[in-house]
C-alpha cells in the first residue's frame, strides 16, 4: 500500500529542490494548485497518468515518488567522492619545471576520467609529462612568457571527447552555486574552480557537508609540487571555495574534434604565428609572446642601467618563465616527429636543435650568472650586458629554428588530414 502522507511529503521536497512553487507545478501539468496541495497534504494521490509527467518535471523516478527512502537529518554529513574511472600511476615525469596550472589541470582530467590509454604493467593509466607537454601547447601557454591568451578550455577538452560549462560566481547565490557543484559532483564527473586572484585552482572530485566543503587537489601557476601531484586517493579539503570570486567548470562528454595529430598540426601552425610575432601586444613589456619580447627585455636591461640601478628587476623570474616555455616547445615539437604522419622530420630536428642550444645557454645562465648580486651598478651594468648578449644569442637561435620550420609549417596548413590519414 502507499502511504499518502509520505508520498506527499516527497513531492513536496523534490518540488523544492527544483525551486517550483506549487503553480508552477500546476501551470506545467496543466492541473490546479489545489491538486498539487492536496497531493502534498496527502489528501490524494496523482493518477498514474500524471506520475510520468511529474517524475521528469522533478527529474526523478517515479519510485522514488512513490516509495521514497527515509529523509535524512538536516545535520547530516555526508562525504560523496568520485573514483577516477581507471587506475592512475604514481606520477613519473619531472617535478621541475612544471610550474603551468592550466596544462597540470587538463591532465589531471584526462586521467581522471580514465581517457589515457597508455597503461603500465599493472593495467593503470601512464602518469607523466607527456599529456601536460601538449596542453601546454594546446592551450597557446607554452608560446609565451606570460599569458595572454583566451581561455579554451573547451578548445583543449575537445581533444579526450569532453567539454564545459562556465558559470561565473557573481551570477549566483551561494546556496545555488553550492548545490550546482554537487549536485554535477554526484552525476559523475569533476568540476574545476578557477579564482579570479592568484590563489589555488582546485579540481574537485568530492564534496562533503552539502557542497560547502569540496574535496579535491589544487593547482597553483609557479607551483611546480602542486603541479606535478596528481593523487586522487589523497584528496584535500577547501572549506570556502565558493566565498571567492570563480568561474566553476563543469566537465562534460562532449563531441571529440578530430585526432590528437590534427590537434598537433593546428597548434604548430598557430604557435608558429606566435613566436613569430614582432609587435607588441599588451601594455607590460615582458607580457606577451614572440620575437619582441627579446627585443623588450633587452631595452629593459638598457632602462635599468641608465638609471644605475644595482638591483637588476627584470630577470627573475621572467627567465625561469622564459626557460620553461623554451622547454615545452622543444618537446611538443618531438612529440610531433612521432604524433604525425609525413612530417619533415628533418627540418623539425634542425628546430630541436636550435632550442637544445637556447636551453644551454638559459641553463648557463640561471646556474652561473643569476645566483651572483652585482656589488654596485659598474658590476651591474657589466651583467646586464652579458644578458642582453645571451637573449640577442637566443633570439637568433629562434628564428633560425623557426625558418627551419616555415616550409614545414605552410605545408601543413594546405594537408587537410585525419588520425595520420589523407582525406
Sequence with gaps: MFDNVKVGKQIALLRKIKELTQEDV?????????????????????????????????GCTIDQILFPAPVPAENANFEQIL??????????????????????????????????????????????DAEYILQGAFSGISFGYSWGFDDNWEECLAVYGLTCEVHGRADYSQEAFIRMAADHIKSGYPVVIIPKEYTDTILGTGFSNQGKILKGISFLDGDDEKNSTVSFEQLKSFSEWYVKDSDLLLIKPGPKTGSVADKCRETLQRGYAL???????????????????????????RRETNQDLVDIQCMFPHIFIHYEGKLRIRQ???????????????????????????LSICEKCMQEMLPKT????????????????????????????LEALSSSIDCLSHCKRHDGKDE
Design 83 to 128: 573514483l577516477p574511472y581507471a587506475p592512475v600511476a604514481d606520477f613519473s615525469g619531472k617535478n621541475w619545471p612544471r610550474s603551468m596550472s592550466k596544462p597540470a589541470i587538463l591532465s589531471a582530467v584526462k586521467l581522471f576520467m580514465g581517457l589515457e590509454e597508455r597503461k603500465d604493467a599493472m593495467n593503470r593509466q601512464i602518469n607523466d
Design 332 to 358: 611538443f615539437l618531438e612529440l610531433c616527429t612521432h604524433l604525425i604522419q609525413d612530417i619533415d622530420k628533418s627540418a623539425f630536428m634542425t628546430a630541436i636543435s636550435k632550442y637544445d642550444e637556447m
Design 374 to 401: 652585482p656589488k654596485n651598478a659598474a658590476e651591474a651594468r657589466e651583467k646586464r650586458q652579458a644578458y642582453i648578449g645571451i637573449l640577442q644569442r637566443s633570439r637568433g637561435l629562434e628564428e633560425e629554428a
Design 26 to 58: 500546476a501551470r506545467q501539468l496543466n492541473i490546479s494548485p489545489q491538486a498539487v496541495s492536496k497531493w502534498e497534504n496527502g489528501h490524494a494521490m496523482p493518477e498514474l497518468s500524471l506520475l510520468v509527467e511529474l517524475s521528469e518535471l522533478l
Design 275 to 301: 613566436l613569430s610575432n614582432k609587435k607588441q601586444v599588451f601594455d607590460q613589456p615582458l607580457v606577451g609572446y614572440g620575437l619582441v619580447i627579446y627585443d623588450n627585455w633587452c631595452e629593459e636591461l
